[in-house]
Nanobody
Framework: QVQLAESGGGLVHPGGSLRLSCAASASILRINAMNWYRQAPGKERELVATITSGGSTNYAGFVKGRFTISRDNSKNTGYLQMNSLKPEDTAVYYC?????????????WGQGAQVTVSS
């Protein structure tokens, strides 16, 4: 069972920055895509950013130019750097990763990190 542990959430003023981390616990042979989602109160979960095993990235339009997704394969860890944060970015952010561990496919989710943008 691959577990993802998130860290880095918190309260920030509008215009501020935060960096979320997502560390995988198991001895993983290969992580394919890593994704960040978010869910605001009363809204559906939405995809924020994706990074493939080769490093290709894709962003939702509402974060493009402000957020940067990255990964460190040697540490089995993914990151989401969030700059120029807006109140509408307030949500619980979830990391998601899939790949193969000990020959078995996995698709795991982090526990969620609260990000609150408020003055």
């Amino acid at each position: 069972q691959v577990q993802l542990a998130e860290s880095g959430g918190g309260l920030v003023h509008p215009g501020g920055s935060l960096r979320l981390s997502c560390a995988a616990s198991a001895s993983i042979l290969r992580i394919n895509a890593m994704n960040w989602y978010r869910q605001a109160p009363g809204k559906e979960r939405e995809l924020v950013a994706t990074i493939t095993s080769g490093g290709s990235t894709n962003y939702a339009g509402f974060v493009k130019g402000r957020f940067t997704i990255s990964r460190d394969n040697s540490k089995n860890t993914g990151y989401l750097q969030m700059n120029s944060l807006k109140p509408e970015d307030t949500a619980v952010y979830y990391c998601n990763a899939n790949g193969y561990s000990d020959g078995r496919f996995f698709n795991s989710w982090g526990q969620g990190a609260q990000v609150t943008v408020s003055s």
